[in-house]
């Protein structure tokens, strides 16, 4: 995972009207969980909304106070008109425990059927995966360059090392719609296979 730094404070305060008073300050109050114990603490809003509406997924170290701590983002509050962040909940990574978390779906390769006019169809953007730290990438890359119309790639065919792939096994990630004007390239070959044979014949 890439890895972004984050500075807070601890509250010392807890409850609805301190929280109230920390978003006055352009500030979010945010928790970290781990190790048996809560954190309570706050960082600015402008610098966790670089994090929270970045397509990609991050290793956070925080610094609350000269405390130290690698955590990733395990849920968050926004406002439902604004999307204003209102609270968000870090969970301490630690080496030999396994984590939770949604990683970005990426895809690559040109694929025959898009080449032949058909309509590329990504279902999943992200998939969950349970993994330790250290094996948790940035992206899932999908490789379509084989796939042909009608064709897709199911959860279960993706390699992902030591991750285990949450979702269900036979459910489609990728797949190769047709759309007007498509041509499979199979059914071009066979419909010109008889010609063909006629051709020589004929010579």
Not at 26 to 41: A, I, L
Request: net charge neutral.
């Amino acid at each position: 995972m890439k890895e972004v730094s984050l500075s807070g404070s601890l509250r010392t305060n807890v409850g609805k009207k301190d929280a109230k008073a920390v978003r006055n300050e352009g500030r979010v109050p945010c928790v970290v969980y781990g190790s048996g114990k809560q954190t309570h603490f706050s960082v600015k809003h402008m610098d966790l909304y670089k994090i929270m509406f970045s397509p990609n997924v991050y290793s956070v170290n925080i610094n609350i106070d000269g405390t130290k701590v690698k955590t990733i983002i395990q849920d968050s509050q926004q406002h439902p008109v604004t999307d204003k962040i209102l609270h968000v909940d870090f969970l301490e990574l630690q080496d030999d425990k396994m984590v939770k978390i949604d990683i970005p779906v990426t895809v690559s390769g040109r694929s025959i059927g898009v080449m032949n006019g058909g309509r590329l169809q990504q279902v999943f953007r992200k998939l969950t995966v349970l993994g330790y730290p250290k094996d948790i990438p940035e992206t899932i890359n999908v490789d379509i360059t084989k796939l042909r119309i009608g064709q897709s790639i199911r959860v279960k065919a993706l390699e992902t090392g030591e991750l285990k792939i949450l979702n269900a096994p036979n459910a489609v990630v990728v797949s190769i719609k047709m759309s007007r004007g498509a041509i499979d390239l199979e059914e071009e070959e066979a419909a010109a296979a008889p010609e063909a044979a006629a051709e020589e014949a004929a010579e």
